[in-house]
């Protein structure tokens, strides 16, 4: 027991290494991870776990860790009581469920009466007794894709996100049940510990400046006088944007903040206006 705040997260799989290069992107400096089962952070008092995807919102909920990185999906059907403090933007996919081909379902009431095999029982059957619907749930540890063609299912419920796997095995989507993606969970005590409470708060605040800095590009651009009061409506800036005078008195620099998925909308506009020499640089970090 040294104090620190306990972290779990997966030891190998689809979340691992973004939930790496997310505590690194927050400062935190660890040793490789592969063969331990956990690490301390050399310059923050943080001890990372690495843990199975599965087992991690039940050892936050009985306090082997303090907090974990986890999908929602496996929280939502473990049920645990671990609330979740940020949703991380990464780890996204889609619990669906799909059918064989020439065994189209047209609306959600197909379903009815028909055999879902899936490894997410506690979601499918949430879905279905939202939607009012009839239909045998069957559990199974893995490979559900295979369930259809062994006549063991009619469907099957799983996530979903190139198709590949679907279609090797001439399944095909229909209906969404519900979409995940990782995030930050804590356990209920956190709170009543005061140095893990501090702790947890600095963490987070690092967490979310490296997340706001994903969400937004820094953009820079020359532009001709005359535009800039028309440069500046288009740029959604956080703020007033940076204008620079240039060499060229004619001319001006400016410089923004803007949020990353609105570049490709607004590019042509700032062309038409009469920027030129128009450049989108990432941002690493952003503390707001
Ligand atoms: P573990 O050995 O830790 O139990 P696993 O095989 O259960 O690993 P992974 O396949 O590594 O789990 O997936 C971990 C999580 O990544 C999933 O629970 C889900 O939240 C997320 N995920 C994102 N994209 C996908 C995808 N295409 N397929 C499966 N999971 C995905
Ligand atoms: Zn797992």
Redesign the pocket.
Known sequence: MNGNLKLAI???????DKSVELLKLCGLDFENYSERLFVTARNFPLDILF?????IPEYVQDGVADVGI?????IYEKQTDTPVLEKLGF???SLLIAHPEGKELKTLSDINGKTIATTYPVILNDFLVKNNINAKVIELSGSVEIAPSLGVANLICD????GNTLMLNKLKKSFKVFD???VLISAKDVSGNKKKNEILDSLLKRIRSVLNARRSKYLMMNIPKEALPRISEIIPSLKSPTVLPLADENSLAVHAVIPADRFWEIVDDLKSAGASGILLLPIENMIL
């Open positions: 997966q030891k190998k799989g689809r979340l691992t843990l199975r995807d599965d087992d986890v999908g929602e999906n496996v780890g996204r996919c996530i979903v996100s190139t995940s993606q990782a």
